[in-house]
């Protein structure tokens, strides 16, 4: 197995130590960049810390108190904002949760079949249809919008989930199966053949040997559809019109339409928790994610 | 490979017929079959994605010469679309704003990207923190929550405007004011340079410190090293960025429709392309129409991705 560990892609060094081993300058232009760096942090982080804060403030004072610990506590905004919308919050976060838990399912399922097919298999037609996949990364979804809601219109499937994770299960997005296949290609082809050689077919060999070993593409790929797909916005607004099927992105814009003074801080409340969810998965799977944009460039 | 097993395929070597008749190039035959059915069976899931792909991408080339609002038929019209875009004031507003949007966003984007991932590569302590902290924006930049929070700190007593009131300055209706409006969403995707920074990131690390050394011996300063070491080496890495952040950029949508709730106001100076699509296409179901801006929007789109790929001769740089 030592043979396979070294021929991963996936091994970068450890940052901070080569990082450190790296850090050059004198003393003065690394406290220079320090510096810097912090102040470029501050501004960066600035508007979140801001809504956790304005989320924890009476609604009255939010523009006033500019301080990022509030002067006076106001919890109540995450209760009443729970309710403050036609159903209950919880009614859209496990309707977000279904439909990124199913779009997840579907992304692994299908994209990584493509993915072995490209990568590891021989059949008439594969550069052909590599290419034309590899063409589907650039082309423009907007194209499609319209024929592919008046499908979706004949097929009687407005105000239904299937329109946003149908295309989930055919393999639409030709980002995670280029990333799988850069994965799945870096594997040693030694491995195939001594499969073959114990009597596997291809399927045997994709379950048994190549999907343990792509794990790792599999996470990043799994944490890529759940962030892209929880802040989804355009299709649940074109095809959800029923405000029990609502998302969370389209339940926070109806504090838009109720735009009160008094909801201010209970927006920001449901806000901070429709976002929290995202920052959990970026913290858990940051080492998945960076890779993942390294090297596809995804996003 | 052992001798006997090479000696039965050697050319030239006629292949002895089989007792049952079955020869060996017939066994080959068979199993580039079963390697075919097995190829298209872990790709049928893609074909089918495939097809709800490339019809669409005819049909609403079809529909873009109709009239059609999803009730009646689609009726043939010619090009009776395209002459009314060419009237269409909304649509060059709309055209304006998101060339606009996207001409200065991009490059401001990038160009910070890739400062702060120079400052990141000179080697850092605490570099996992500050790549965190800078990358997070860009994986919330599209949210809902997040153009909310920005309506409201670049509000009227918004936080930009309290903080800009302390320095002597009177801040502008950032929102209100049709002048300021598309800024306001210009540093929203400023503030997402996290996703091109990681990717520089992972370039500048492939760059071998030798050529670097190399140049500092030949007595170049750090500009210089700058312009003739980084940035070629960098350049397809920077080709890729502008690329892939033109193309989404032109198709930005969300941010104008939550910033302006979904009008593109004020006076339109909020009104992207991919938003005027929207309202003819899912509130006047004007759909012919829609469909031939969608087309006009992707031959621009294909237009100026060209463009940049003629352009990269000059100045894209491949090491191999």
Redesign the interface.
Known sequence: MSIINSQLPETPPDDEDTYLERSAGSRRSRFTRHVLLCAIGVVMAYPLLWMISSSLKPSGIVFTDLALWPSTWDLSNYPRGWTALSEPFSVYLLNSFVIVTLSIVGNLFSCSLAAYGFARLKFAGRKLFFALMLGTLMLPGHVLLVPQYIVFAKLDWLNTYYPLLVPHFLATNAFYIFLMVQFMRALPTELDDAARIDGCGPFRTFWSIILPLSLPAFATTAIFTFISVWNEFFTPLLYLTDPQLYTVPLALRQFVDSDGQSQWGQMFAMSFVSLAPVIGFFIAGQKYLVRGIATTGLK | MSVSSDASTRAGTPTPPRVDGVTAASIRARKKLR??????L?????F???L??V???F??LY?AFTDYN?LNPPGWIGLENFRTMLGDAKLHQSLKVTFVYSFVSVPLSLAVALG?AM??N????G??V???????????G?????V??????F?L???VN?FLGWVGVEGPGWTSDPQYALTTLIILHI?TFG?PM??F??GLRQIP?LYYEAAAIDGANRFQQFRSVTLPLLSP?IF??L??SL?AS??T??QS??MS?GTGQPADSTLFY?LY?YQK??TEFD?GY??AM??V??VI?ALL?GLNFVAARYWVFYDN
Do not use: E
Not at chain 2, 42 to 46: R, S, T, Y
């Open positions: 390697n075919d059915r097995a190829g298209y872990f790709l049928l899931p893609w089918l994605g495939m709800f792909m019809v669409p991408f049909a609403s529909l999803l702060v400052i990141l000179r080697g850092i302590r570099l996992p500050y790549r965190a902290v800078f990358y997070l924006p860009s994986l919330l599209g949210s809902v929550a997040v909310l929070l920005w309506r409201y700190i509000g007593d918004g936080v309290q503030w996703s990681v990717i990131l992972a410190a890495i890729f960025n690329i892939q193309i032109f198709q949508f969300t429709f939550v709730n991919n699509l296409g899912f759909m829609a469909s969608a087309w929007l992707l789109i991705t």
